[in-house]
C-alpha cells in the first residue's frame, strides 16, 4: 500500500494516471491521488514503480513511510 | 519578367523534387496538392499565416521525455512559449472551444493539439478531442505535435483521425548529443536514462517520421537550436529528416532565462543569436523548405500567429458564449480572405515587373510593422514585433521576425525602448509602418534607418518592392550611397534576463 503522490508538489500533468496497473490513481481537487488500499508498489507488472517512473517532478510519487510496504502474495 | 514565385527558397529542390511552402509567394511549383493542403495551414505557408489563424487546445498535460529547455509547471499570461498554457481542457470542454473560436475567428483553419505535454502521451485525450471537433466542424483541419517517442505506435490511429499535418521535434541524430538535450524518457514502462535513452528517442522518432511520410501525412520537423550542443549538428539533422520525407523544418531558437526554471536556463545555457539562427537556417535551405515565421506560440494559443488571443476565451468565457456552428459564414468569410490574397500577390507581381528589368545586385533588408492580412497596418510604437524582408530585383523575401518591446506605453513614447528597437533593427535599412510619431521618426532618420509611412495600409510586398525600385534608381543617379548594414542583434532570449 505503500506509493503516495506528495501533493505540493504535483503538478497535476496527469502522466502517472493511465499507467497505474491497479487503477488506483485519480484526480482529486486538482491533484491526483493514490488509493493506498490499491497499490501494489507495481510488484507483478512491472520492474519499477510506474507513477514514480513517469512522474516528470523527482520526488513527487514517493513510499508512504506511516504505511507497511506492499507484501506480494505467495 | 521573373516571377515573384521563383526566387531562392521558394523552388523545389532538385534532388528531393520537394518544394517550398514555408516560404511566402505563395503557390510557386508546388504539387498542385500539397499546395491545396497547406494554403490556409498558418504554420505551414508562411503566405497563409498573414490571412489564417490556428488554435492549440491544451488536453494533453502528460510527457513522456523531459527536455532541458522545457519546465511545464510555471505559467504567465504574458509569457508565450511551447508548453505554457492557463488552463488544462478536457475533451468536451476543448470542442465548446474550438466551435466558439470558430464562430468568432471565422479564418481559423486549423485545430493542433501541442501539449503542454506531448499529444500522443495522452492518446485517448488527444484522439478523443479529435474525433469529437470532426464531428462538429469538419471543414476544420487537424494537427498535433509529438516528440515522437510513442509515434510509431499511434501511426495508424493518426491516419485514421484524419489529421492532416504532424510537428515532430527532433533536436538530433547522435545519441550522444541526446544525452545533453533529454535527462531522462519514459519508455515500455521503463525510465531510461543517457545516451540509451537519446538512442531510444532518435530511433522512435525517426521511425516515425519514414512511417507518416509513407503514409502521405506531411511532417513538419522542429528543432530547438542550443548553441555549442547542437547547433552544427542540426545540419545533420536536416539532412536525416530531408531523406526520410519531412516537409518543412523550422529552427527555433533556444529560449532560455532563469526565471522559466528550466535546467538549461538555470545552468545558464545561452540561446542563439538573429544571426547565428539565421545563418544555420541559411545553411539548411535549398535542402528542404525552411520555416521562419515561428512564433514558438503557448499550447494554448489562439488567432493568427503573433497576436494571441487565448485570454479571451478562457473556459469560463467559452462556457458563457452561445456557441454554434455557422460553416456558411465561415466559408463566406474565408471566400473574401482568398479574393484579398489574389489581389494581393497580382498588386506585388504588378510592381516586381518594373523593377526586375533593372539588374542590381543590391539587397536590403527591411522591417514591417504588420497586424496580419499582409498590410502594412501596425503603428510604429503599438508593434510587438517587425517581419523583415529582404528586398533584392527578384522581389521582396520574408526572412524572419524580431520581436520587439512596444515603444509607446499608455500614449506616451519611451526614450530607453526606442534606442533597444533601434538597436534590434539596425541591420534594416528602413522600416515600414502605418504610422509613427515625430520623436521616434526623427530617431530613426539619426540612426540610418528611414521610417517609410507613406505606404500605411497597402500590401507589405507591393509596398516595399515599390520603395525598393525607388531606392535602386537613387543609388544608381548617385543620390544616395548603398552600404551593407551591421550585424543584428541577439534574440530576446538574451534581452529578457539583461532586463
Given at each position: 500500500m505503500p506509493f503516495k503522490i506528495i501533493a505540493s508538489q504535483c503538478?497535476?500533468?496527469?502522466?502517472?494516471e493511465p499507467l497505474c496497473p491497479n487503477v488506483a490513481i485519480s484526480e482529486k481537487g486538482g491533484n491526483f491521488v493514490i488509493e493506498a488500499a490499491k497499490c501494489s508498489e507495481c510488484v507483478g507488472h512491472f520492474d519499477e514503480p510506474q507513477c514514480a517512473a513517469a512522474c516528470?517532478?523527482?520526488?513527487?510519487?514517493?513510499?508512504?513511510?506511516?504505511l507497511p510496504r506492499y507484501q506480494a502474495p505467495v | 519578367m521573373q516571377s515573384i514565385t521563383e526566387h531562392k527558397g521558394c523552388r523545389a529542390s532538385a534532388k528531393t523534387g520537394r518544394a517550398s511552402?514555408?516560404?511566402?509567394?505563395?503557390?510557386?511549383?508546388?504539387?498542385v496538392e500539397i499546395w491545396e493542403r497547406v494554403k490556409n495551414h498558418p504554420c505551414y505557408s508562411e503566405d497563409a499565416h498573414h490571412h489564417y489563424a490556428r488554435m492549440h487546445v491544451?488536453?494533453?498535460?502528460?510527457?513522456n521525455i523531459q527536455c532541458n529547455?522545457?519546465?511545464?509547471k510555471y505559467d504567465c499570461a504574458n509569457e508565450s512559449r511551447?508548453?505554457?498554457?492557463?488552463e488544462k481542457l478536457t475533451p468536451e470542454q476543448a470542442v465548446r472551444k474550438v466551435i466558439a473560436v470558430a464562430t468568432t475567428i471565422?479564418?481559423?483553419t486549423v485545430l493542433g493539439i501541442a501539449g503542454p505535454g506531448d499529444a500522443l502521451a495522452n492518446p485517448a485525450k488527444t484522439f478523443k478531442t479529435l474525433a469529437l471537433v470532426t464531428e462538429a466542424a469538419p471543414d476544420i483541419k487537424l494537427c498535433l505535435s509529438t516528440n515522437g517517442l510513442a509515434l510509431p505506435d499511434y501511426v495508424d490511429t493518426i491516419v485514421r483521425a484524419k489529421v492532416d499535418h504532424v510537428t515532430i521535434t527532433i533536436n538530433m541524430v547522435d545519441p550522444e548529443i541526446g544525452a545533453k538535450i533529454y535527462p531522462w524518457i519514459f519508455f515500455n514502462h521503463k525510465r531510461y536514462t543517457g545516451i540509451e535513452a537519446a538512442r531510444i528517442l532518435t530511433n522512435r522518432q525517426l521511425q516515425g517520421l519514414e512511417m507518416l511520410s509513407e503514409r502521405g501525412i506531411l511532417c513538419k520537423i522542429n528543432s530547438v537550436m542550443i548553441p555549442n550542443i547542437n547547433d552544427d549538428h542540426l545540419v545533420e539533422v536536416n539532412k536525416a529528416v530531408t531523406s526520410r520525407g519531412a516537409f518543412l523544418h523550422n529552427i527555433m531558437p533556444l529560449i532560455s532565462v532563469?526565471?522559466?526554471?528550466?535546467a538549461f536556463g538555470l545552468n545558464g545555457q545561452r540561446g542563439p543569436t538573429a544571426q547565428e539562427l539565421k545563418t544555420l537556417q541559411d545553411a539548411c535551405e535549398g535542402k528542404i523548405n525552411m520555416m521562419?515565421?515561428?512564433?514558438?506560440?503557448?499550447?494554448d494559443a489562439v488567432g493568427l500567429l503573433g497576436e494571441d488571443r487565448s485570454a479571451e476565451f478562457t473556459n469560463d468565457q467559452v462556457m458563457k458564449m452561445d456557441v454554434h456552428y455557422d460553416l456558411e459564414m465561415r466559408k463566406a468569410y474565408q471566400k473574401r480572405v482568398e479574393n484579398e490574397r489574389v489581389s494581393k500577390v497580382a498588386a506585388g507581381q504588378k510592381e516586381l515587373a518594373g523593377v526586375s528589368?533593372?539588374?542590381?545586385?543590391i539587397t536590403v533588408l527591411v522591417a514591417v510593422a504588420t497586424k496580419g492580412s499582409?498590410?502594412?497596418?501596425?503603428?510604429f510604437g503599438h508593434a510587438k514585433e517587425f517581419q523583415l524582408y529582404e528586398l533584392s530585383t527578384s522581389g521582396a523575401k520574408f526572412v524572419g521576425l524580431r520581436r520587439v518591446e512596444g515603444y509607446c506605453q499608455a500614449g506616451y513614447g519611451e526614450e530607453d525602448r526606442l534606442s533597444v528597437i533601434m538597436r534590434d533593427i539596425r541591420d534594416c535599412h528602413a522600416v515600414f509602418v502605418a504610422k509613427i510619431g515625430g520623436c521616434p521618426k526623427s530617431g530613426l532618420i539619426k540612426a540610418g534607418i528611414e521610417p517609410v509611412?507613406?505606404?500605411?495600409?497597402?500590401?507589405i510586398e507591393k509596398s516595399t518592392i515599390a520603395w525598393f525600385r525607388a531606392y535602386v534608381g537613387k543609388v544608381k543617379r548617385g543620390e544616395i550611397q548603398h552600404v551593407q548594414r551591421g550585424v543584428p542583434p541577439r534574440w530576446p532570449g538574451d534581452r529578457i534576463s539583461a532586463a
Open positions: 503538478t497535476s500533468c496527469s502522466a502517472c516528470p517532478v523527482d520526488n513527487t510519487c514517493v513510499v508512504d513511510r506511516a | 511552402c514555408g516560404s511566402q509567394a505563395g503557390r510557386g511549383d508546388l504539387p491544451a488536453v494533453a498535460p502528460a510527457c529547455y522545457c519546465n511545464r511551447p508548453g505554457v498554457v492557463s471565422p479564418q481559423m532563469p526565471e522559466h526554471g528550466t521562419r515565421h515561428c512564433r514558438q506560440c503557448r499550447a528589368g533593372e539588374m542590381s545586385a499582409g498590410l502594412i497596418n501596425e503603428h509611412d507613406q505606404f500605411a495600409y497597402e500590401y
